[in-house]
């Protein structure tokens, strides 16, 4: 029993950071129509931009709000420079484009930063919380924290405001929004921002467990791309369910099969969903985006 537990509470931290990289899909492409493959690289600017300034003397928590502003830039500029110039071409076009651009971002990381690893200090020290025989780290803790929060403020701003009623127009209907006087440029370039802040916050968080690197940016983006999927692409609920149980499937695979195959585990279970409801769990059938 103690052993299932930890591997919950393992789960349902990485699986946090999983959901928090699906959400900033599903911003960006209820919003946009656009699969942002760099999404992953938000998280890897955050982490390491954190790591860097602190290493320059910066505090933490003024590192972490200039790590958070830098990615938002960094997601402002790849909308302005190559998705939007890029608006009316295919799907397929597009998504080469956020490929190239995370490919792009990489490199330059690698220039600008170095090709190490990196982890900043636990926000409430290493000692580990026992729960139930099992043992779960303070960071982990503020990783779900964090995760909660943010998507809880999400949903606040989508439910509760104007600027949330605009992006749902935006995303129902695009033509439409323009008609009732909705800059719908400005919506999707705001998703882009709220889609970089949140990965940043996302590598801010999981930094000082994981450890973090110019390169792991490409496997959260897969892992954020297959979360999103199996919850319903466009579902911000689906993303949440679907961030948390993949990594639940990651670490009772890991733990009762073998660490080897984790990676193919988790994308094995997203194969069979798919297989069984295309549409993801949270998503609806025979959806035409207009």
Known sequence: MP??????????????????????????????????????????LGGMATVFLHMAGVPLPLAAALAILITVGVGLALYAFAIDPARGSSAVTVIII????????????????DKRFHALPSWFGQE???????????????VLAGAGLIVALIFLIIDRTLLGRAILATAANRLAARLVGIPVRKIVALSFALSAAIGAVAGILVTPITLTSYDVGTLLALKGFAAAMLGGMGSAVGAVVGGLLLGLAESFGAGLISSKYKDAIAFLIILGVLFVRPQGLFGKKNVERV
């Open 3 to 44: 052993e299932l537990l930890q591997f919950a509470f393992s789960g349902l931290t990485v699986g946090a950071v999983y959901a928090l990289v699906a959400l900033g899909f599903t911003l960006i492409y209820n919003a946009s129509d656009v699969v942002n493959f760099a999404q992953g690289e938000f998280v890897m």
């Open 98 to 113: 956020t490929i190239g651009a995370s490919i792009f971002l990489r490199g330059v990381a690698q220039v600008v930063f």
């Open 128 to 142: 580990p919380i026992r729960i139930g025989g099992a043992a779960i780290l303070p960071q982990s803790l503020v």
